[in-house]
Every structure is written in C-alpha cells, then in structure tokens.
C-alpha cells in the first residue's frame, strides 16, 4: 500500500478523537443522542483546525446504526461506507471548484430522492464562502426548507464572505485555534505510535510554527520525518528543515539594532540567508520575537502569553528590559510594513537589509518614533556626562569601555608617482566603484574610505568593526580588485582596518615622492604604512 500523509492517517474518527474543540464536539454529540439535529449547519474558523473532520465524523454518526455515546461505531456497513468515501448518502462537494448555479442546481435535484441506507443523506459543502452570488441564491429556498432526511454542513475559513441570509438558516460553530500544549501532546502521542524518536523541542517548534492549525502540524512533523526517516530528530534539524532561526540568532539581532551596530545586523542577516533561511519567514519569527518583548514590557500575564522555553523567556525578558515601549513599537511598525510590502516584492533582501539600517538609523526618519528614539538617546548621553562627566569613559557597543578620542594631528604622505597616481584615481572613483559592487558589500564598502599601502596595495578605512566584517570579506575584496582591473587597467588588491578610536588624522595630505623633495629640499625615504589590519 502507498505511504500516506499523516493528517490523512490520523485524522480522527470520533468526536472524543478531535482536539481543541471540546465544547462543539460536546454539542453535537447531545444532539445526536437525543435525537434534535439540525438540518443546516455551519463550520467556520481557520485552516486546519477540525471542521471537515467534524462534519464527517457528523456524516458517519448521524447514519451509525450502532452508535456509542453519540460517536459513530466505525465498524457497521454505513460508516464503513462514509469512511472509503463510496457511500451514496454522503456527498462531498467543494466550493471553490463548484461555485456556480449549476452545481447547485444539482445539489438541489437530488435532494429530491432519500437515501439509500441509513437515515440521512448529508451535504458537506466545503468553503462555501468560494459560492457566487447567484449560486448562494439558489441554495436559499433548499437551505430553509429541505426535506426531513437531509442535513447541509457547510465549512468556511471566511464567515465574513457568507450572506446573512445564510447565515440566520444554520447553526454556527465557531473553531477556535488550537493551543500549542495541546498540538505538542498530539505530535508525542502519534511519535510514539509511529515509533518516531523527535526531540521535545523540536515538538514545541513545530506546535509554535503550525499556529494553531493541527493539519500543518502534522504536516510539518511528516515533512521532518522523511529528512531523517531511521534516528532522532534533533531542534537544530528541525531549524533548518523547516529554514527557522534559534532565538539565540534574533536576541543578537535586536541587541545589534539597540546598540545601533548596522554592519552586525546586516552580517546576522546575511549569515542565516547564506543558511538556506527564507527571508520572509526570518522576517515573520524576529517580529514574533518583537512582539514577545513587547508583552513582557508590557503585559503582567505575559508568560501565559508566550509560548516559550523558560530559556528563551528568560533571554526575552533580558532583552526587554534594554529598550522602550515606544522603540518596540517603532520596530514592530517598521517591519510590519515591510511584511506587507514582501508579498510582492521581487528584492525582499534588499528590503529587508533597508529596513535594517533605518531601524540602526533614526536620523534617518523624521516621524515621531524616529525623533523620540533620538531624544531618548540624546537623553541617556546627557545623564551619563552628567554623571561621569566628560572626561569619563564611554560604553561602546558590546559594553566595553574606551577612552574618549583623542583628536589626531595632521600628517603628510609621499607615495612615489605611479602609487600617487593610482591612489587618486581610486580615491575619486571610490563612490562609483562601490555602488557597481552593490548590494550589501556595496552597502557597507560606501561608509568606508581607502588610503595606500604600499605598491600595488591600498587599504580600505571601515568606521566600526561590524561594517568591516561583512564589506571586508574575502569576495567582497576580490570583485573591487577584479572591477579595478577590468575597468581602470590596475593590479591593485585590497586590505582592511578599522578606523582608530582617536579619529583618523584631520587634513592629511598625499603627494608625490618628488613634490614633497622638493618642499623640503631633503632626500624622502618611502614608508609603507604598517598599520592596516589587512585581510
């Protein structure tokens, strides 16, 4: 026999089976033991959470000749029949596909004949909400008024789109999400049925991911299963089936946004793109992720609220407590924008990596949150003067202490003429040369400036050690050599540094070898600069 999927092979076949709906399945099964069922009834809430199950397990019970406790028996004729789909009592039609006045039409004839075998002949129209205008018309009349052995059960994701004429014939069942405790306690009970070693957090991932839907959980589990079908699953396997992110990766991410460090955020971006992660779907965790601090910052019930790890909740709360309300919101805003604009947007990386900079950047807006964010800053800057005074050390990003700059005196360099020449041309061509590099090199390369060191070299100046970890990798300074050569003829290979914490030397200046000879009228030995950290 074929594999089958495991939503498919577990789907449940009574109403005591179903998870998470509890006060529905209690509903129906007193009407079916007390024999006051409905004739028209309505199921709507999201995907994957049980209703074409239920109206199933509702076609089976209702024409059960050996009902238990009003679940169906799943051994006599009829509910065999239902269940393999051959039963001329149960029709099961989809909206979406069958949404014209024909298709009613046809339902509406063969109302007209009874069943067969069993009590009831049953209707499951699937997403009614797909049905035309005219094609929900027709239903009408049938809907109010059909005979005493026909029940209609209709499934919706969009209650919204259904008629209120419509609505006032049926009763409605409201399906809620499912909590993520109870999806966890399902996948453990079908991993161990099915043999299948998965690592607790990797259940409750998986349980987060589905978001309430039981079908995409299961669907998910199957998905990591056929990775690894024989051994565990571990978390970090499901992470990258799955192409998620570990906690860990987005409380760096926020600590690089708060502290301002764009190249650290765009270096974290660029690491988990590299891993196969799908920038949506990065975008979607960090603003859940931003959305679990706000509720700590805010909310005294945010741990019922969070579903996570004591681990990544006592992460969470340490990150919280660094930021504001109004800069969460800021951020929350920001990206929730840019999730709606990814829809259709064929960059979403370089969307996403903008955004990023803007959001390491408030000079940068000039909306209310922007200019709050810089005053809260300017604030914290000020109070810190006042209480250390100016002289004090600073804390720079990673918490550290340095010493405050120290302005650096002027200086002159001779280069002999061919280096001299080469330099200039580079240096005035710098931001051309950067932006045909482009993207997030690009990006990072056009804060920087370069300098010569020595023949054949030239040393490219990043202001903080972020921007000179992603522009300064290795293919980064192999296409500025290669778009050097092919486009001004040079043989020039690139090292890096990081800008001093002094500043760099104000109004420097770089001549010839023979210009600066003749200046002076002494002999000018040439020194290579030593002090590049190169790459």
Known sequence: MSYVALYRKWRPGTFDEVKGQDAICMTLKNQIISGRIGHAYLFCGTRGTGKTSVAKIMARAVNCRHPSDGNPCGVCAACRAISAGSSMNVQEVDAASNNGVDNIRDIREQVQYPPTEG?????????????SPGAFNALLKTLEEP??????????????????????????????????????ERLKELTEAENISVDPRALE????????????????????????????????????????????????LFRALLAG?????????????????????FLNDFLWYLRNLLLLKTSEEADRLIDSSAENRARMKADAAEASKALL??????????????RYASQ???????????????EMDVDNDALLERITSLERDFKRLRTEGIGAAGPTAEGETQDQPIPQTAKTIALPKAEYEDFITIKNEWGKITNAVGGTYGAALRTSNVEPAGSGKMCIVFPDRGTQRFGGEENALKLLSRYVGEQYGKAITFETRVSRPGGEPVNSYVVTKEELEELVHFPVEEEHNTESGGR
């Open 119 to 131: 009590k009831y002949r049953v209707f499951i129209i699937d997403e009614v909400h797909m049905l």
């Open 147 to 184: 005979p005493a052995y026909v029940i209609f059960i209709l499934a919706t994701t969009e209650v919204n789109k259904i008629p209120v004429t419509v609505l006032s014939r049926c009763q409605r069942y409201d399906f809620h999400r499912i909590t993520a405790e109870i999806i966890t």
């Open 261 to 281: 460090r764009t190249g650290d955020a765009l270096c974290i971006l660029n690491e988990a793109l590299e891993a196969g992660r799908e920038t949506g779907q």
């Open 329 to 342: 919101m800021r951020y929350l805003r920001l990206l929730s924008e840019l999730s709606n604009r990814m």
């Open 348 to 362: 979403k990386r370089v969307l996403t990596e903008l955004a990023l900079i803007r959001l390491t950047s408030p």
């Open 205 to 252: 991932y998986i349980a987060r991911r589905a978001d309430g839907a039981m079908r995409d959980a299961l669907s998910l589990l199957d998905e990591c299963v056929s990775f690894r079908p024989e051994g565990s699953i571990g978390y970090e396997e499901v992470l990258e089936i799955l192409g998620a992110v570990d906690a860990e990766v987005f409380s760096d």
